[in-house]
């Protein structure tokens, strides 16, 4: 059972959605993203599997949570720094947003 001390070691902050691209060479349906979390993080690029109910229309400007402190993920030709956050849905992946704007690289807490 993980504890709470677990929960701890994820740096987990909000970044804003300043490019969005498809990612054909993908294995599954993704977009590439790039997010901006503030002057202290810089931007940072995620690949996400969100295409079934997201575009690039819908994400750009976007708020979203993402875990910073993971090691970077090779996908496909795209190296992958962050992991944006999202609950799986019967439609698809729902992403994790706060309900109001806040400072880009705001922490979870």
Do not use: C, H, W
């Not at 599997?49 to 750009?60: F, N, P, V």
């Not at 992958?80 to 799986?88: A, D, H, N, T």
């Amino acid at each position: 059972m993980a504890e709470f001390k677990d929960f701890e070691k994820l740096d987990i902050r909000v970044g804003e959605i300043i490019k969005v691209e498809e990612f054909p060479e993908a294995r599954k349906p993704s977009l590439k993203l790039l997010i901006d979390f503030g002057d202290e993080l810089g931007i940072k690029k995620s690949s996400a599997q969100i295409t079934e109910l997201y575009d690039e229309q819908s994400l750009l400007g976007n708020q979203v949570l993402a875990v910073i402190n993971f090691p970077p993920r090779q996908v496909a030709n795209f190296m992958s720094e962050v992991l944006v956050l999202g609950v799986y849905n019967k439609d698809g992946v729902v992403l994790i947003q706060p309900d109001r704007k806040v400072a880009k690289g705001s922490k979870l807490g």
